[in-house]
T-cell receptor
């Protein structure tokens, strides 16, 4: 199993450009999510999905779109990049979530995005 | 409200000495609790998890954590630090948050030679 894969590893964008961060998992996990990590702020949830065709907003969804057409893939789209979106982005997947869920999250290696 | 508080943003220890990373939680039900480690420029990796089976949980690389309900704590310990332990550590609780997970803000562990 490759686990959770993310592409690209690094990306530099100019303000106003759009792009898609790719995320895929081969563990047949229903639950997938996107986080951003900024210094001193830990991980913040952007969007998540509990299954194909179902997505929902997290803590910091503005400026980002997601879709989930298959169980395996969960791309994150930046509509019009802004310097405030400079961050490291992590995709994660899990068998399940919810109250007292005991399933671990599997994280991808991250995408380091710089917006100038 | 559900919350996870990592009491130290930075911890510095000498190689070979014990490590203690502190985590307190607040939850209206019995949560599952996790510790993840993030090495520089890497993703997060699971160290250990508590799921109500046993209060003392052993993880990878010699780490362990004890769930104390009376103190609402889940501190991470290791008897003897190694240089390779230098990393960011996250305490995570199931329940709460839009996705059912609540993250602590992380503790940066520094190992002095």
């Amino acid at each position: 199993n490759a686990g959770v894969t993310q592409t690209p590893k690094f990306q530099v964008l100019k303000t106003g450009q759009s792009m898609t961060l790719q995320c895929a998992q081969d563990m047949n996990h229903e639950y997938m999510s996107w986080y951003r990590q900024d210094p001193g702020m830990g991980l913040r949830l952007i969007h998540y999905s509990v299954g194909a065709g179902i997505t929902d907003q997290g803590e910091v969804p503005n400026g980002y779109n997601v879709s989930r057409s298959t169980t395996e893939d969960f791309p994150l789209r930046l509509l019009s990049a802004a310097p405030s979106q400079t961050s490291v982005y992590f995709c994660a997947s899990s068998y399940s979530i919810g109250v007292a869920a005991s399933y671990e999250q599997y994280f991808g290696p991250g995408t380091r995005l710089t917006v100038t | 409200a559900q919350s996870v508080t990592q009491l130290d943003s930075h911890v510095s220890v000498s190689e070979g000495t014990p490590v203690l990373l502190r985590c307190n939680y607040s939850s209206s039900y019995s949560p599952s609790l996790f510790w993840y480690v993030q090495h520089p420029n890497k993703g997060l990796q699971l160290l250990l998890k508590y799921t109500s089976a046993a209060t003392l949980v052993k993880g990878i690389n010699g780490f362990e954590a004890e769930f104390k309900k009376s103190e609402t704590s889940f501190h991470l310990t290791k008897p003897s630090a190694h240089m390779s332990d230098a990393a960011e550590y996250f305490c995570v609780m199931s329940g709460g948050g839009a996705d059912g997970l609540t993250f602590g803000k992380g503790t940066h562990l520094i190992i002095q030679p």
